[in-house]
Structure formats: C-alpha cells, structure tokens
C-alpha cells in the first residue's frame, strides 16, 4: 500500500514539475519572440540614424574640402604674385650690376691710363730731378751725402737750441711754482724738529783707577784680556797711555758690551776667567735691555704703534749704529718726525709718514750681519713682518735706488736728506772725505768738452771749465743734467752737490 501511496506521489511529482516546465518554456518563447522584435525595431532606427549620419558626415566633409580648396588656391595666387616680385626685383639688380660692371670697367681703364702717365711723369721727374741733382752738385761743389750731412748738422743743432730751452723753460716754470711753497712746507718742518745729533766713533775709551789695574785687567801671560777679546769679539788695546784701555771693534754693541763688562769688572776687583764670563753675560743683558728701551723709546717719541716686537728690538739696535758720524737712531726719529709734519701740510697720512720715516735705515741695524746694502736688507725685512706696499716702496726709493712713485717716497726721501744735510749732523773721516771729492771731479771730467773740474765747499759743488769751441750755450744745460744724474748714481754723498758749468771765451794779443 505504502509502495502505492509512494508510486502515485512520484506520479504527481513528475506530472507537476512538467507542467511547469511547459508553462515555462511557452512563457520563454514569448519573452524570445518579443524580444526579437524589439532587436529587430532598435537595428531599423539604428541603420536609419547611421544613414543619416553618414549624409550629413559626407556634407560637412565635402564643404570642409571646397574651403580648403579655396584657401590653397588664393595661398597659390598670393605665392605666385610674390615670386613675380622678386623675379622682377632680380632683374633691376641684374640690370643694375650690368650698368656697375660696365662702369667699374670704365673706371679701370681710366686709372690704368692714370696709372701710365704717371708712371711716364715719374720717369721723367727722376730724369729732371737727376740732372738737377747734377747741376746742384757742380755749382755747390757738395755732393749729396754731404749736403744731407749739412742739413743734419743745422737741424742737430736747431733741436738743440730748442730742447735747452724747453729744458729752461720747464725748470723756470717748475721753481716758479713749487720752490715757495716747498721751501715754506720744509722750513716748518725744521722749526719744529730739533733733534739732537750723537756723534760716536769706532772705539771706546774705559779709564782705569791706576795703573796697576791695567796689568790685572791683562791677567797672568794675558788669558784675561784674551778671554774678553774671545767672549765678545772686540780688541782690547793697552798702549802707553796711562790709565786708559781702549776697546777697538767694528761691532758698536760689542764695544758697548765690552766697555760695561770691563767697567763692572774694574768696580768688583775680582778679575780672572769665571767672573769674565759672568760680567760679559751680565753685559748683554744689560745692553740687550737697553736695545730693547730704546726701541720702545723711538715709538713713543713718533707715535708710531703696532710694530712688530722684532722690529722694535732692530730699531733699538740702531742706538749702536753710526752714519757720518751721526747716530742712526736719532736720525730715524727725526726723518719720522719731519715725515710726519711735511705729510700734514700736504694731506697725505702723516702716521703712514712717520712710520716709513722711522723704518726707512732699519736695514742698517742688520749691514753687519748680513750680506747686501742697508736698503736691499731694510726691504727684506718689512716685506718679513708684511709692512704695506707704500712702506716697502718708501725705504726702497729713500736714496733713488729706484724711482719714487707715490707721495710718501717722495716724503721720505726730503725728510731724510733735510735730516742728513743739517749742519753739523754729519761728518766723515779726512780718508772718505778727499776719495769723495776725487772721485767727484774724475765723474765730471769723463764728459766730452770737458777742460777742468774742481770740487769746492766741502763737495758741496762741483765747478767745471768746458771748452768754448766743443760746448754750446745749449749744449750747457743738457751738460749739466748729465753730470748731475750720474754723480746721483755713482757716488754717495749727504745732501746735494750743485753742478756749476763754466764757459767762456779768451782772446789775446800783445802791443808791440
């Protein structure tokens, strides 16, 4: 039954689930077929809008091209009308060379036929000018050579005559104008500077107790004054003057050292070896103190700061240094304070001034101890301690060794020479003295026209005799500038030497 039950519901089963699957399928066939006719209403509109389209694409298309065919062909017309204008342009151009061409060909023949008659003129100048040259040699009794010889002499001597008087002129017109108020400038400078003038010779004189003191002083077979002469480098001489040792050196700080040494050991009593080395130790340290104090002491007198202490200790060693008899230090505190008071009156730096001025011989504390001139080693050491240009220029143009060519080497070089020619501020030995003034007169004589030369005052000027025949009035001036320019680079000298030529004519004859 059960089995039944089970058969009949299967039956149902099956029976329902076909039926919804007819009802289905009916259901699909009608949504297919409706779905077709939608497909096939939406492809007609579509082909019909393409269509459409497509015509008004074609139109637009067909009009777009017809406006660019009517661009190109107004672009075409316009090119066209333009290479018309050049081709027209082209041929004036051609037309206009071709007349240049024809006229350039013209001018050519023309100087070419220029150039013929002047080559024909020139032939016949040279022609004229040869039998003019003939005719002048034999009426002149000159030949060519020697009248351009002539013609030369006479210009020579033009130029002469007028470069000695431009030569006047200049120098009449340069003292005209600067000798006033250079004199006025220099003379207040002197006024107000007054320095004193030390004068210190190549030995020094240590006077002794008695004359016992001379034989201790000497020691036992002389190692006492052997010792002295070796721990300082100088001589000791012990002569017949009575109670008098005399200390001889080139070095003016080992003298100095030696004289305080022996006067210290002259005061103690006790004189033998080991208090020799003491006393002479003791010695440079007390000059080596007063090197340094009197450096400083030069600073403060000029008012100069912010040297280098090595500068300061050079300065103080120039107290020991000598120059024509004049003491070197004092000297450089003058030229500073001169450099100083003329660099006011000008507005030029007047502490720049007294600097070069106080640095200007620095190279004289150094002359004994290295090779080159006091100048060469001045320069050395402030280009060493980086001293501005202008310093190193001013010390090395003070004494013309090359030109100045700022104002404070012009500064330096009158205060310096104003310092070394004041009266009584330098001297020199009978020896120097007459090789100067020798050597003065042979420079004067080497000159062509040259008869006599004399040195007066004291070298302060050289007198010269020429001949009346050789030497002009115009040659004179000329002459004397020679002279004075290579007695500048030849000789040294303090101040200046006044170069004084002399020409004049003699005629005699005798009543008989």
């Known amino acids: 039954m059960q089995w039944i039950f089970l058969a009949v519901g299967i039956a149902c089963g099956v029976l329902v689930s076909l039926s919804v699957v007819l009802i289905h399928r009916a259901s699909n066939k009608k949504k297919l077929a409706y779905a077709q006719q939608e497909a096939k209403r939406i492809l007609s509109e579509a082909i019909q809008s393409a269509a459409a389209t497509k015509k008004e694409a ?10 660019m065919k009517n661009e190109a062909e107004e672009e075409l017309k ?8 050049q081709e027209r342009r082209i041929a004036q151009k051609e037309e206009a060379l071709d007349h240049k061409t024809e006229s350039l060909e013209q001018k050519h023949a023309a100087l070419q036929k220029k150039h013929e008659e002047a080559e024909a003129l020139k032939e016949q100048i040279s022609e004229t000018l040869a039998k003019q040259l003939e005719s002048l040699e034999k009426y002149s009794g000159l030949t060519a050579e020697e009248a351009k010889d002539e013609l030369l002499r006479r210009v020579e001597g033009e130029i002469e005559h007028e470069t000695a008087l431009r030569i006047a002129e200049y ?9 006033e108020r250079a004199r006025d400038i220099l003379s207040q400078a002197i006024q107000r500077c007054a320095a004193d003038h030390v004068s210190e010779v190549a030995i020094s004189v240590v006077p002794l107790p008695s004359e016992e003191m001379k034989g201790r002083i000497i020691g036992r077979e002389g190692r006492n004054i052997r010792t002295i002469e070796q721990l300082i480098g100088v001589e000791l001489i012990i002569d017949d003057t009575p109670e008098v040792i005399t200390v001889s050196g080139f070095d003016p700080i080992r003298r100095e050292t030696a004289r305080i040494a022996l006067e210290r050991l002259i005061s103690d ?13 003791k010695a440079r340290k007390e000059v080596d103190n007063a090197i340094k104090q009197a450096g400083e002491k030069a600073i403060f007198e000029t008012g100069v700061h912010g040297l280098n202490p090595d500068l300061i200790r050079l300065l103080g060693r120039l107290k020991y240094r000598t120059s024509y008899g004049q ?22 730096d007047s502490t720049m001034a007294k600097r070069a001025g106080l640095l200007h011989d ?13 100048i060469q080693l001045g320069v050395e050491v402030a280009k060493k301690y980086r001293e501005s240009r202008d310093i190193i220029h001013a010390i090395e143009a003070h004494h013309g060794d090359v030109e100045p060519k700022t104002p404070l080497a012009f500064i330096i070089q009158a205060a310096d020479a104003i310092s070394a020619a004041r009266p009584g501020a330098r001297r020199e030995d009978v020896e120097n003295y007459i090789k100067r003034l020798q050597k003065l007169e042979e420079i004067a004589g080497e000159f062509e026209g040259v008869e006599k030369t004399f040195a007066i005052q004291a070298g302060r ?16 001036q000329i002459l004397a500038r020679d002279i004075a320019k290579k ?13 004084n030529i002399i020409r004049e004519s003699r005629v005699s004859d005798y009543a008989k």
């Open 327 to 348: 003491n070197v230090l004092r000297h450089s505190v003058e030229v500073a304070l001169l450099s100083g008071m003329i660099a006011d009156e000008i507005g030029v």
């Open 269 to 281: 009593g006790r004189i033998h070896p080991a208090r020799i080395e003491e006393m002479v130790e």
């Open 461 to 476: 000027e050289v007198r010269i005799m020429v001949k009346p025949d050789v030497i002009t009035d115009d040659k004179m």
């Open 487 to 499: 007695i500048e680079t030849e000789m040294e000298y303090p101040g200046q030497i006044k170069v």
């Open 78 to 85: 316009e090119r066209r009308k333009e290479v018309s204008r």
């Open 362 to 374: 620095i190279g004289k504390a150094l002359t004994q101890e290295a090779e080159g001139s006091h």
């Open 58 to 67: 074609i139109l637009e298309t067909k009009e777009a091209v017809l406006a």
């Open 171 to 179: 120098d009449a017109r340069f003292r005209d104008e600067s000798t």
